[in-house]
């Protein structure tokens, strides 16, 4: 337990910031089991987003100008950055979906107006999860009626395994 709390707006500055240790916390207790960070990281529930096996997807967040590491939990991951074939056929890509969301969070941190270290955001995505039949002999008035939803994610900035901050992207419902 840290008692140092971080706003999402911090990582957006290069200055660095100091949490205290265990001993110097409230409450000295002993800690029975803690699931780590880096145990996530390597069982699949979380996404190192600097992963370099993400390839150019590990790339995005230097680029748009973050300076803390970000993870994002699978399921989120899954539904939101990977396009399924439908939207593959659309021209939808990782590197583009996983951009946008990057992009948003980036604008929801610069304009948040609180000091909580949870911010959720929305975006918009196009999901096809199977209810529509995909044609792939578009004319204009089909691509009409396919419009972007809007969607919540949520941001929590916090420590990471060694006491520095991170973020973490997840749905709404998630921890």
């Known amino acids: 337990m840290h008692s140092k709390s971080y706003h999402p707006q911090d990582q957006l500055e290069t200055t ?10 409230r409450f000295d207790l002993e800690v029975i089991y803690s699931y780590t960070r880096k145990q996530a990281i390597e069982d699949g ?6 992963d370099a096996n993400l390839g ?18 699978s399921t989120a991951f899954n ?12 021209g939808q890509s990782s590197v583009g979906r996983l951009w946008d969301i990057l992009w ?12 909580q270290d949870t911010l959720r955001f929305r975006f918009h995505c196009q999901l096809w ?7 792939l002999d578009w004319d204009d008035e089909d691509l009409e009626e396919i419009e972007p939803k809007l969607y ?3 941001c929590v ?15 709404p419902n998630e921890d």
């Open 56 to 73: 150019e997807l590990s790339k995005l967040a230097a680029q748009l100008g973050y300076t803390y590491p970000i993870a994002m939990t």
């Open 157 to 171: 900035v916090g420590p990471d395994d060694d006491g520095k901050p991170c973020l973490t992207i997840m749905l």
């Open 45 to 50: 529930v979380l996404i190192d987003l600097a």
């Open 129 to 135: 999860d199977g209810s529509d039949d995909l044609k």
């Open 152 to 154: 919540t994610l949520k």
């Open 104 to 115: 948003i969070l980036r604008i929801a941190i610069k304009w948040s107006q609180t000091d």
């Open 79 to 90: 539904r939101y950055v990977i396009p399924n074939d439908k939207a593959k056929a659309m």
């Open 16 to 25: 660095t910031n100091t949490t205290t240790s265990m001993s110097e916390s």
